[in-house]
Structure formats: C-alpha cells, structure tokens
C-alpha cells in the first residue's frame, strides 16, 4: 500500500479537495512566521555560569573540590597558531578550594587532595563557572584522576582507585606482514602498569588498596579512561582499576 508523506506548507484549503472523499472547507489556517537558519550562526552558547562580581569567594561543600583551569594551548610546539577546534581542551588545573569531605559509615572522609595542588581530572567532569575573569571548574574528589607536579604526564600520582598505564605500541604489521597506515592500526588494548593510586574507602570508611602492581602488562576495557601523550609521543591511559579485567603474564 502507497504512503504519502504531508507537511504542513503542503496542505492549504485550497488542496483538500484534491483529496477523494475530503470536502473544501472555508477552514483558515494561521500562518506560520518560519526563522531562518541563518540568524542562528551567531548564537553562542556559553557552557560556564558567569558568577557576579559582588561574590568575592566560592566554598565548595561536601566532598567537592574548586579547580583553576588551565589555559587552553594557543600555539603548537612549532609555534604555529591553533585555530579554536583544534586546540586541546585542558584536563588539568590548581586545587583553589576544598570542601569538607563526606561521611561513609561513621568515618569522615576528607577530600584527598589540598589546596594548592595541580591536578589532572576526567575530561567531561563538574561544573564549569567563570569567577574573578577566569573559568573554574567545581568537581567531585572523586572525579580527580591524579595529582601531577610536572609538566608530564607518566609523572602523574593517581589517586583514589586510579591506575596510570603506559600503552602499549600498536602493531606495525599484519600477521601477513603488510606494513599498517596509521589510520587502519588498531588501539591496543594493553599496557604497563606505570603508578597505581592508595585505593578505594570501604563502606567503614576504611582504605582498601587496589590488587593491581606497578609493572604489571594489563588488560583493559577498550573504551574506559582518560588517554594522554606525554611529551615523548608516548601514548598513557589513567583508568579505574574496576576497567583492568586482567593481568597478563
């Protein structure tokens, strides 16, 4: 059976009679004010809350902690201006303030990081506000992956669950021996070991530490974590140990 597909700019009054067993009606229909695309290209959305100048200080409650951004890189390491998508979004910041940590059990629990830190966080983490002219994000402690004191990342301290991996290389060759494109190599799903964070909190409010050790070759799952590249071209993974499903030998 045919279907015929009806749009509203395709029926009128006029048009109904063409139909079989439809009568014309004297039926008005209001007319419909369409905009165009075109006054939409210079909408912007601005992701970060803008907080007031009368507020002079933010303190984050519970187990959340406030991070100064880290300014986007403007330049390659060539020195080569970067157009706005191709810049990196930052996933590190300075701990400006911290909550008073949370309650599990009867144990309090503080926040794991102090104020002063620089940290490296999940990329899709928190709350972005702008405070003082410069972005802020406020994030669970949970949701901090490690505490990095240099400009590099296989020196990153993971904390809580965390575990920072070193990938492995992707393979070069087919089983056949043809040489692979970048594009048509395959992620690895495997890596060492490289730091491991103090573990998780029971629901005594206990430390429990991760059963995974430094310089083991792990598997993961293939779609968890932050990835990173240090400044070697080495290519890093930091992932809950929860994503390591098993250790290789």
């Known amino acids: 059976m045919a279907t015929a597909q009806l749009t509203a700019s395709s029926i009128s009054a006029r048009s109904l009679a063409s139909f079989e ?27 970060a809350t803008t907080v007031a100048p009368k507020y002079t200080s933010i303190k984050p409650l519970g187990d959340r902690v406030l991070v100064k951004i880290n300014t986007v890189e403007e330049k390659s ?14 996933q590190g910041g300075e701990v400006v303030a911290v909550g008073e940590g949370k309650t599990i059990g009867k144990t309090k629990v ?13 990329k899709y983490a928190g709350t972005e506000v702008e405070f003082n002219g410069t972005k802020h994000l406020i994030l669970k402690d949970d949701d901090i992956v490690g505490i990095l ?4 990342i296989k020196d990153l301290k993971p904390l809580n669950d965390r575990v920072l991996i070193k990938v492995a290389e992707a393979e070069q060759k087919t089983a056949g021996g043809l040489l692979l494109t970048e594009a048509s190599k395959e992620k690895p799903s495997i890596g060492e070991v490289i730091a491991v964070g103090p573990g998780t909190v029971d629901e005594e409010g206990n430390k429990k530490p991760l059963s995974i050790s430094k310089g083991s070759t792990v598997l993961y799952s293939k779609y968890a974590g932050n990835d990173f590249k240090s400044k070697d071209g080495s290519e890093y993974i930091a992932l809950r140990a929860s ?6 030998s």
Do not use: C, H, M
């Open 21 to 47: 067993g439809l009568r014309p009606s004297n039926a008005k229909f209001a007319s419909v004010s369409l905009v165009s695309r075109r006054s939409f290209r210079g909408l912007v959305v601005k992701a």
């Open 149 to 152: 004191e240099t400009d590099n």
């Open 243 to 248: 994503d390591v499903i098993a250790i290789l």
């Open 110 to 122: 503080g926040i794991s990081v102090q104020t002063g830190a620089e940290v490296v966080y999940s």
């Open 77 to 90: 390491t060539g020195g080569i201006l970067l157009p706005t998508t191709a810049q990196t979004k930052p």
